[in-house]
C-alpha cells in the first residue's frame, strides 16, 4: 500500500475533522497529492490538491475558507484540516497521487482506501 487515508468519523454539523494521507517515500515525491469525496450516489469529485513543493494549492469552490491541505514532507504525510463542516460534506474520502498538477481524476494514478466522513445535523 503505497497511501492510507484517515481520521475520518462520525461529527456534528460546524465541528472540524483533520485527515491524514501516510505516504511511502516512493509515492510522496510525486508532482501533486490530492483530496477527493464521494457521496453515496454521486460521482467522486475533487476537494483539494497540494504540490510537492507545498507552494501551491488548489481548492474546489464548495471548501474554500473551510478547508485547509498541507503536507510535511519530513513525515511524507499530507493533511485535510476541514472546518465549519456540512451535512453534504459527507463522504468517503481518498488521498492520491499524481505526476500533474490537476483536478481531473483520471491523472492521479495511485490511490489510497478512503476515509468516511459523516456529518450529521
Known amino acids: 500500500v503505497q497511501l492510507q487515508a484517515s481520521g475520518g468519523g462520525l461529527v456534528q454539523v460546524g465541528d472540524s475533522l483533520r485527515l491524514s494521507c501516510a505516504a511511502s517515500?516512493?509515492?510522496?515525491?510525486?508532482?501533486?497529492l490530492g483530496w477527493f469525496r464521494q457521496a453515496p450516489g454521486r460521482e467522486r469529485e475533487f476537494v483539494a490538491a497540494?504540490?510537492?513543493?507545498?507552494?501551491?494549492?488548489n481548492y474546489a469552490d464548495f471548501v474554500k475558507g473551510r478547508f485547509t491541505i498541507a503536507r510535511d514532507q519530513n513525515k511524507n504525510t499530507a493533511s485535510l484540516q476541514m472546518n465549519n463542516l456540512k451535512p453534504e460534506d459527507s463522504a468517503v474520502y481518498y488521498c492520491a497521487a499524481s505526476n500533474y498538477w490537476s483536478v481531473r481524476e483520471r491523472l492521479y494514478d495511485t490511490w489510497g482506501q478512503g476515509t468516511q466522513v459523516t456529518v450529521s445535523s
Open positions: 497540494i504540490r510537492w513543493s507545498g507552494r501551491l494549492t
Open positions: 517515500d516512493r509515492t510522496f515525491y510525486r508532482d501533486s
